[in-house]
């Protein structure tokens, strides 16, 4: 299973050579967003503490948990949004790549290849492969989520 993953990493690398700039930066984006998220909680319970142990003012206070609140949820959703959409663009980008190399290929094969071989089947094979390059690219982000809470937990 592991060996898998790191053969679609390589596909990912290597068809999206254009991008790879974006891709570093989308993954980073991506897990500065998720380990930001895990302060919520930490920033819940100390509400909850405030309030059950109160030590001066609450009204304030509270005020100041809930804006905290409000303000990491905000910041992970500017940094995730924005790198959801450069990592869906990337991932087209690379299916474009490598269905258009696997084309280049087939057409230089022989003539003979191409009598012995049904083209909607090859048409199938490459759309197929390119199809789960691409969804494997462009939804990264479940597993850099999946890894930091894996991580912090």
Sequence with gaps: ?????LFLYRQVWRYGRAHRHELIRIYSRLTAANIILLLLPSIFGAMIGMLQNPQGPVFPALLYWMAL????????WTLNNPARIVERRTAFEIFRHFSDLCYAKIMQLPLRWHQDHHSGDTIN???????ALHSFAQDQYTVIELAVRYIAG
């Design 125 to 131: 094979r490459v759309s197929r492969a390119g199809g």
């Design 69 to 76: 609140y409000v303000c990491v949820t905000l910041i992970f």
């Design 1 to 5: 299973m592991g060996q898998s993953y």
